[in-house]
């Protein structure tokens, strides 16, 4: 594990968004907008696990830097959706997308139940740190 996260900590941030100074709290909510799409501030504290105040100070910092955009949800105009910036998608996207292939190249290989048993393992890693 040291090694995994050694090797993604040295991954190159670009030049585009070096200035930003990014946290691994913004990593995190780039991924999930970048690799599953455009979603609510709701869904974005559902999978990172924490408050919708916590994700929405985070949009508006990285609106404010033209990292992310909001838009109004044409179903429900009450709804904001968020999104990567038109601007910024190459940049992220080259910096995340050879992780995000690492992943399918070493999960492919492996059965659904593979998979799930090492899901479950990371989760339960991640769990005992927390006690």
Do not use: C
Not at 31 to 56: K, Q
């Amino acid at each position: 594990m040291p090694r995994l996260v050694g090797r993604a900590k040295r991954i190159p941030v670009p030049e585009e968004l070096q200035s930003l100074a990014l946290a691994p709290r913004h990593l995190s909510l780039l991924s999930y907008l970048l690799f599953d799409g455009p979603m609510t501030v709701n869904e974005l504290a559902e999978r990172l696990e924490v408050a919708p105040t916590t994700v929405s100070l985070m949009v508006a910092e990285l609106s404010r830097k033209d990292v992310l955009e909001r838009r109004e949800d044409d179903q429900d105009r009450r709804r904001r959706i968020v999104s990567i910036t038109d601007r910024m998608r190459p940049a992220i996207d080259a910096w995340l997308a050879k992780g995000a292939k690492a992943w399918r190249a070493a999960l492919d290989p492996l059965t659904p139940a593979e998979r799930t048993a090492f899901v479950a393992t990371l989760k339960a890693y991640e769990q005992a740190l927390d006690e």
